[in-house]
């Protein structure tokens, strides 16, 4: 459904911290599914287990930070900028490896104002790597 240049509409991540590479469904207010395509030519990887490359688990939160982000881009919230406020319950199930693709699920389970609740999974050949229950705000101001 989004390109890279449409996501790059939503929020103001670009290379190499940007960590999603398109998004294949999209409900607004409710859900939204993501893909990132792991490759070896990652920066994090030259530092991250040379020899035995493994993605930062970190980096798969903020993989969902991110999709989230363009949920709440996509969701008719006008703001500036989407802040996240906290994590919860992140897990990381299994490494991810470079030739992986993510599949970055999430569901938007409380809005209120400004500030969005959601759950995130992400996922490998249909295998559960990692997940997390995020708050965000939106705000007018950007920093």
Request: net charge neutral.
């Amino acid at each position: 459904m989004l390109d890279i240049f449409e996501i790059q509409k939503c929020i103001p991540h670009r290379y190499p911290f940007l960590l999603v590479d398109r998004i294949i469904e999209l409900v607004p207010d409710k859900s939204i599914v993501g893909l990132k395509n792991v490759s070896i030519n990652e920066p994090f990887f030259q530092g991250h287990f040379p020899g035995n490359p493994v993605m930062p688990g970190v980096l798969t939160i903020e993989a969902m930070a991110q999709t989230a982000g363009v949920l709440g881009a996509k969701s008719g919230i006008a703001a500036k900028a989407i802040y996240f406020m906290s994590i919860e319950n992140a897990k990381f199930r299994k490494p991810v490896r470079p030739g992986d693709q993510l599949r970055i699920e999430i569901e938007l389970t409380h809005r209120r104002s400004m500030v969005m609740k959601f759950n995130g999974k992400v996922f490998v050949d249909d295998q559960l790597v990692s997940e997390a229950q995020m708050t965000a705000m939106a705000s007018d101001k950007e920093i």
